[in-house]
């Protein structure tokens, strides 16, 4: 059984002028068991990551990370992004076992 | 470069001197576990790196190995034509090297990722960048660990 993936929260500045390169931060609740680790019986825990993120606007790729065991639990990830027009940002984790969380956040353009 | 001005025997004999062997050419390879330098070579093969462009920026002591902060940035302008592909970046004496893999587009604007890593003891953080044009780059960055994190 692979351990419950958390609500994913994103951060983003309230707000953005086109032609602004902005900071983009992610977050999400998730053990990521090493698999180095053993129980008291001395058994080895099996690994269990969230082994990928990705981000896209409006389906056009922006940034991604493959994740290892060194990740911290509730991994943090932060990038820039370059404002061109307002539209959607997507956002998605995907642990070991291939269940994704997604999430849909709109960048707006100040007035 | 020292081999265009000494010359190929000119240049191993102040390689042998400087660092005690002939067979480093590149300060970035001098130290690095042989489980590191297979798991670069896993993704970027048989070629060499240069150094800099590349900056990592961690905390000189890390009190707590569960969670260090790792902020990794690349000199580049990051258009179309010019930008950073990927950086892979590796802890040198965890169980096992890799830590995480960024992948870069030019809609980023600004080459730099952050997160939050598991170091199991004192060691260098190494990143490698991956331009568009091809080129390597290799930058490190050296954290003292109080507590090590990888949960032993």
Redesign the interface.
């Known amino acids: 059984m692979a351990a419950p993936i958390g609500q994913p929260r994103v951060r983003l500045p309230s707000q953005v002028k086109a032609g602004e ?1 902005i900071e983009i ?1 992610t977050l999400i609740s998730h053990i990521m068991e ?1 698999g ?2 053993r129980n008291q019986e001395g058994q080895i825990i099996p690994r269990d990551i969230i082994k990928s993120f990705r981000c896209s ?1 409006e389906g ?14 509730n ?8 404002v061109e027009r307002a539209g959607n940002l997507e956002f998605t984790w995907t642990n070991d076992a291939g269940e994704e969380r997604k999430l849909t956040q709109a960048i707006r353009l100040a007035a | 470069m020292q081999a265009t001005t000494l010359g190929r025997r000119g240049a191993l004999a102040a390689a042998a001197g400087l660092v005690g062997l002939s067979l480093l050419p590149k300060a970035a390879a001098a130290q690095m576990e042989a489980a590191t330098a297979a798991a670069i070579r896993r993704i970027i093969g048989e070629r060499t790196p240069e150094e800099g462009r590349v900056a990592l920026r961690l905390p000189p002591i890390a009190e707590n190995g569960n969670t260090v902060p790792l902020t990794v940035t690349v000199e580049s302008p990051m258009t179309a034509a010019d930008h950073v592909k990927a950086v892979h970046v590796f802890a040198d004496k965890n169980p096992t090297p890799d830590v995480a893999t960024f992948h870069l587009t030019p809609a980023m604007g600004r080459a730099q990722a952050d997160t939050r890593i598991r170091l199991g003891q004192t060691q260098d953080v190494i990143a490698v960048a991956e331009m568009s044009d091809g080129k390597l780059y290799i930058g490190r960055a050296e954290v003292k660990v109080t507590i090590g994190g990888c949960g032993g």
């Open positions: 390169v931060r090493t180095q680790r606007f056009q790729p922006v940034f991604s990370m493959d994740l290892h065991p060194a990740i911290s639990a991994p943090y990830i932060a990038f820039p992004f370059k």
